[in-house]
């Protein structure tokens, strides 16, 4: 089941939908609404039969068997079907295969068309337009002086990834936010350590402060071992929690260092986010908690104060047994924020897996209080996006060697370090500037580290491996941004005005593979849409990978494109190729290479 509707009118999945739905209400016209069931032809050893199919016949005869219809079994039926189908210029030819299966061949003036079209008018004619106005990505979310780890990583790129997909998609109002862990218990120890340190308020600064992992650590080893101090770190909370202006001010400082080193990441990966932390939304718990309560949500269970959902066993914990609040509570409390006071249509949470039970039983609580529709498919929403664990070679969780966590800017640095290494080798760059040399590294590494993670099915764990990520072979974006630049450089070295050519150059499919390159071009607008209504990125980047294998492999290889007869027509596929690929690299927030 999709996570939204998507209409996507250049959709050819969609628009051969509109023919055969003609057909189909002529050929069985006592069975109303009959859907089209429209796929296309995966490709056989040996060449595909056609380009897609429509698979109804089968179905079909099943419904209508018993009935007096005149047809003897499915293939009559599809010999109905594509004898019924109203004159389409989509449509070259069709056929009937097998039990029945309509195969159809694309009309490929049709097809240039449609690229030509795109060409001038723009990508942005391609997108779909999403039923909905007013989103909202929670993602990245990482927590206040302790580390920002992978799984943080995962979930800022694949969040910043599904931010695009959906302002591409037209959304009218979309908020990045980072639901940053801002108000958690391990301020306690923290501010207590840093008294502990500097007993005079006045030598309380970020430097005393300092590399906040340290700090961390350091507060935390007391935290475990010495029970006076964390009966004490346990009342800074309190204190901080009741607005004592002391702690407020330490509160304050450890988070303005903790966010500049956020930002180091966010800067990197060229990802905006806006910070609306757990502490925003104190002030809202208590009015939150009696409505709720009021509804008669909120029960006692052990001491705390409780919501049941249906279908979990364990309740969602909305005061603890010593009066505290937790991640659930702020989470109750920042929903009810977002749906009432921000007026959000969809909310979409971007975490690891395991979070799936905590979101579970904060949307079923929302409903049980009739605050969210019932049927969870309505409007406003509620999505958990989860994904699975960042593992190393190991196969355990992933760790640097030197330490027992990972420092996201090292490791950035490292992916662009290495880039620059293998850029150097090449004597292509002989005569680059330094700061090009620069820019292109942090393309090719930055894009290499989002392109591995974005890649895989995001509900399975990935194991992350430079080497892997930075082969220049293979389905990298290394590859991709080589493939990328090469067809740029094919249209300087024609010395051709591209935008000239795009008001009056005709495309010509009459090649096999210049036909195949033009045919996954025209599939972008469905593949867009698979990719959205489902929230998987993969899907986008298997067909941007495909799509250079075509270009590099087929096209590239047999079609002469500068000093042909076809050169303009050659060129403007090479244009429409770029073309799509920078969008795709748009979505996947990958920063596109046009020389290498
Ligand atoms: N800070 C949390 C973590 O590190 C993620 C927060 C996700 N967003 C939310 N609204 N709960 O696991």
Known sequence: MAYIEVDSPASVKKQLAKV??????????????????????????????????????????????????????????????????????????????????????????????????????GIHTWAPQLPVKRVLVDFSSPNIAKE????????????DTLARMLEFACVESLIRRNHLGDWGTQFGMLIAHLYDTYPNPEDVNEAAIGD???????????????????????????????????????????????????????????VRLEAKGESYYNSLI????????????????????????????????????????????????????????????????????????HFDQLFKAFRRAGWLPKDENEFPKCTHIGFGLVLGEDGKRFRSRSSDTVRLVELLDEAKRRCKTALLERDAVKGWSEEEIEKTSEAIGYGAVKY???????????????DHMLNDKGNTAVYLQYAHARICSIIRKSGKDIEELKKSGNILLDQEDERTLGLHLIQFPEVFEESLSNLLPHVLCEYLYNLSE??????????????????????????????????????LGIEPVYKL
């Open 286 to 357: 208590p009015p939150t908690l009696e409505k709720l309560d009021k509804l008669g949500l909120i029960e006692e269970s052990e001491g705390a104060r409780v919501i049941f959902v249906e279908g979990v066993d364990i309740p969602l914990i909305a005061v603890k047994r010593d009066g505290g609040f937790n991640y659930s509570t702020t989470d109750l409390a920042a929903l009810w924020y977002r749906l009432n006071v921000e007026k959000l249509d969809w909310n979409i949470y971007v975490t690891d897996v395991g979070q799936w039970q």
């Open 212 to 270: 906040l992992q340290v700090f961390y650590k350091a507060s935390k080893v007391r935290f475990d071992s010495d029970t006076e101090f964390k009966l004490r770190a346990q009342q800074s909370v309190v204190k901080l929690q009741s607005g004592e202006e002391k702690y407020l001010k330490a509160w304050q400082q450890i988070c303005d260092v903790s966010k500049a080193e956020f930002e180091k990441v966010y800067q990197r990966l060229g």
């Open 550 to 587: 075509i270009f590099t492999k087929k096209f590239y290889t047999n079609c002469q494109v500068v000093g042909s007869p076809e050169e303009t027509s050659r060129l403007l596929l090479c244009e429409a190729t770029a073309t799509v690929m920078r969008q795709c690299f748009y979505l």
């Open 452 to 466: 591995a993670d974005l890649k895989i099915n995001r509900l399975t764990n990935y194991t992350f491996n430079f």
């Open 148 to 159: 920002m780890h992978v799984g943080h990583l995962r979930s800022t790129i694949i969040g």
């Open 20 to 121: 055969f739905e003609a057909s189909l209400s002529a050929t069985v016209p006592d069975e109303p609404d009959v859907v089209p069931l429209i796929e296309p032809c995966a490709s056989k050893s040996g060449g595909k039969f056609a380009d897609y199919q429509c698979n109804n016949a089968m179905s079909l005869w099943a419904k209508i068997k018993g009935k007096q219809t005149g047809f003897r079994g499915p293939p009559s039926v599809g010999q109905a079907i594509a004898k019924n189908l109203p004159p389409s210029e989509i449509i070259e030819s069709c056929s009937v295969a097998g039990p029945g299966f309509v195969n159809i061949v694309l009309s490929k003036k049709w097809i240039a068309q449609r690229i030509e079209k795109m060409l001038v008018e």
